[in-house]
């Protein structure tokens, strides 16, 4: 009797174990694909380099990718949790940005001054001169897919298309 007791138990364990190994290797395989498919978002193709060449804000972007890091915590079949740090950009406009420097200037100089911005947002991401901001965002998933959207975009931008979004309206109610 003592031993069908213990293989009883021995053979519920046993289950029990393959169970929760087989739901685990799910989840990691979930949780790998997401990372895949998010790793394919900060590849550059050979295309987006031969412009970063000849343009700083694509420069910039490229920088601010190669400064990203990110954990997948948990996946469904419809979303998943992540923490993404990012430079924060949001913080580095505010330093490198002077708004009364924009004010009247011609095409041509807001241009340069646009230009100069630039360089300097690149020269502070190359010198790792930047606080970074982490952000943690649960977010859809359509039949296996990223959804791209507003808020993984300003993740992923350290909070610059809130910036952008708040210069935007400002230029417009003051003209």
Sequence with gaps: MLFWKRSAFLFICLGLILLCSGCGSKKTKETELV??????????????????????????????FENISYTVIETT???????IQAPNM???????YDETQYLNLSTDEYGVATEQ??????????DKEFEVKETTLTLPLENGEIVTTEELVNALYGGLLD????LTEKYLENN
């Excluded at 079949?77 to 923490?83: E, F, L, N, P, V």
């Design 117 to 126: 911005l630039l360089s300097d947002m690149e020269k502070r991401l190359l």
């Design 77 to 83: 079949d419809s979303s998943y949790t992540i923490t």
């Design 163 to 166: 910036t952008a979004k708040e």
């Design 35 to 64: 990372t895949e498919k998010l790793n394919q978002i900060f590849t550059v193709s050979p295309q987006q380099k031969i412009i970063r060449e000849e343009n700083s804000g694509v420069r910039v972007e490229e920088l601010i």
């Design 90 to 96: 949001t913080l580095l406009f505010d330093e490198l």
